[in-house]
């Protein structure tokens, strides 16, 4: 069982950065992927980012060489940095865990937290 906790989301204009992270209970923490997902009003969940155990990691398209996925195995913590920050990045964003392979579906991550708000201005 894992339980995941985000925090880190807030308001910030356009161009500016926020860091997300997602901080998870149990020891076997590093046995799992890690994914980071949005989902804005109106709009179907989306993948944003994901990372294996040891550090591989993915970025969706339309945020790659904005946003950057971390982990720290250490402190059961993984982290989305977002610069550049754009409008279209609003939405509450959520991270979710699975043991395995990384994914970019969100319907094969077993465990969730409970959602933190980013809200971008222009």
């Known amino acids: 069982q894992v339980q995941l906790v985000e925090s880190g989301g807030g308001l910030v204009q356009a161009g500016g950065s926020l860091r997300l992270s997602c901080a998870a209970s149990?020891?076997?923490?590093?046995?799992?992927?890690v994914g980071w997902f949005r989902q804005a009003p109106g709009k179907e969940r989306e993948f944003v980012a994901t990372i294996s155990w040891n550090g591989y990691s993915t970025h969706s398209e339309s945020v790659k060489g904005r946003f950057t996925i971390s982990r720290d195995n250490a402190k059961n913590t993984v982290y989305l940095q977002m610069n550049s920050l754009e409008p279209d990045d609003t939405a509450v964003y959520y991270c979710?865990?699975?043991?395995?392979?990384?994914?970019?579906?969100?319907?094969?991550?077993?465990?969730w937290g409970q959602g933190t708000q980013v809200t971008v201005s222009s």
């Open positions: 979710a865990a699975k043991l395995g392979h990384t994914d970019v579906v969100s319907s094969r991550y077993n465990y």
């Open positions: 149990g020891r076997t923490f590093n046995s799992y992927a």
